[in-house]
């Protein structure tokens, strides 16, 4: 018998927010606790020879080290993993952990990436800084047309590595007719699905190999957890479970993987307010005279509007908006005169955040992929919609 698994059966729902309550979650396997318990242990004892040889011999489905298996992190990774419709799940100690996992699983010395411009900071710097150390060079394109991978493509090229929507500027690749073209040539594909989760993009079912999460955002959404996840096959993902997972050891300890699982059980309606909300923001800031442009796929002016009708279910509640000014101190009135918008990095918690990604970017990237100074980044909390509009609106007021 698994050490996973106590032989109860509940009927299987496929409706979500049935999944992200009772997934995972098999009370009976911990003296029927409603919540599971923290198993916070390194090692896992054996009452016998035979016990400790049937553990090494099943390893995946036995607990014999914390950097392996821990009965906590396992409830999290059953309940991502059917929240995402994916055959296996692994839980990592941040998004980057998780990110440099799934790309270092996909290639090797003289192997060649395409990715995008418009990539996270710290993975773009993954793949145009580090990689190339041990032989891995990328290609970064705009990659909002699908013709562009293809040409971008190497006889070498072994992963496209997408982010969709980008994270600051919002801009999507067309899943379906990327991953056509990777899987014509056997290239890998990997998303950070991140900004919508697997509520809003379903990566799988449109052809994506393996998505990764940075979990820190609205997975567990409280903003007290920094941790990360790789879904896909039982094949891709056990591959990082024998390789990346235990060698670079990027694990998540099970305080912060329980504290996931607790933030899981309410996503479908945590993510349903914040697209409520961001709604609500969005229709103000693109009639808002200060606000030239506001960055949105959820939103009819976004440039890929149809593309995200056809493979999201609309936005999340990260936007950015352009305001009409290039002055640094009209910039900086605004930003300093919001009161429930935290200036900080990060997003997807209960909180509303607003980030100047000039400041952000300058150290992250260089200078020629920095963004314009007038772009400001808005995540919409959980506060109350009508609060938000009437700070932002001071706020702009005083540009
Ligand atoms: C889009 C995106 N992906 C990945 C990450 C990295 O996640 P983490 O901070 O959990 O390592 C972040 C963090 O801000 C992010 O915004």
Known sequence: MSQFDSGRRRPESHRIETIAVHTGDDPFRFLGAAAPPIVQTSTFLFDSYEALEEAFANPATHCIYTRGNNPTVRVTEEKLAALEGAEACRLFGSGMAAISAAILSCVKAGDHIVSLKTVYGPAYNLMATWLPRFGVETTFIDGTDPAE?????????????????????????????????????????????????????????????????????????????????????????????????????????????????????????????????????????????????????????????????????????????????????????????????????????????LMAPLIAQSRELPPDKWQSMNLVRLHVGLEAAEDLIEDLDQALRLM
């Open 149 to 353: 991978w293809e040409e971008a493509s190497r006889p070498n090229t072994t992963l496209f590595y997408l982010e969709s929507p980008s994270t600051m500027v919002m801009k999507l690749q067309d899943l379906r007719a990327v991953t056509a073209i990777a899987k014509a040539r056997s290239i890998r594909t990997i998303i950070d699905n991140s900004y919508s989760t697997m509520l809003l993009q379903r990566p799988l079912e449109l052809g994506v190999d393996m998505s990764v999460y940075s979990a820190t955002k609205y997975l567990n959404g409280h903003s007290d957890v920094v941790a990360g996840a790789v879904l896909g096959s039982s094949e891709l993902v056990g591959r990082i479970n024998q390789a990346e997972f235990p060698l670079l050891g990027g694990i998540s300890g099970p305080m912060d993987a329980w504290l996931i699982a607790r933030g899981l059980r309410t996503l479908p309606i945590r993510m349903r307010q914040h697209q409520e909300s961001a709604a609500k923001v969005v229709d103000f800031l693109v009639k808002h005279p200060r606000v030239t442009r506001v960055n949105y796929p959820g939103h009819p002016s976004h440039p890929q509007y149809e593309l995200a009708c056809r493979q999201m279910k609309g936005g999340s509640s990260l936007l950015s908006i352009e305001l009409d000014t290039n002055e640094l101190d009209a910039v900086k009135r605004f930003v300093n005169g919001v009161h429930y918008f935290g200036l900080g990095v990060s997003w997807g918690g209960h909180e509303s955040l």
